[in-house]
């Protein structure tokens, strides 16, 4: 697993960082088995945020 500061580190590691991984886990593997073929709508660019919680902005898909 690669390391990351998401759920903390040291003393401050989130205690519920094991639960939210499993959520994220079940909720990929159902979106895959619900919706396989999915794109970016055309025209779009993602725009990663950072800091110390990376992600996205808002962006929409097809299927």
């Known amino acids: 697993m690669k390391k990351q500061v998401t759920f903390g580190a040291g003393p401050h590691i989130c205690p519920g960082q ?8 079940i909720l990929l593997e159902e ?16 725009r ?9 902005e808002s962006f929409w898909l097809e299927w």
């Open 48 to 56: 990663h945020l950072g800091g110390v919680t990376s992600g996205t």
């Open 18 to 25: 094991f639960l939210a991984r499993l959520e994220i886990k």
């Open 31 to 46: 979106w895959f088995a619900r919706i396989p073929g999915f794109r970016l709508e055309p025209g779009q660019q993602i």
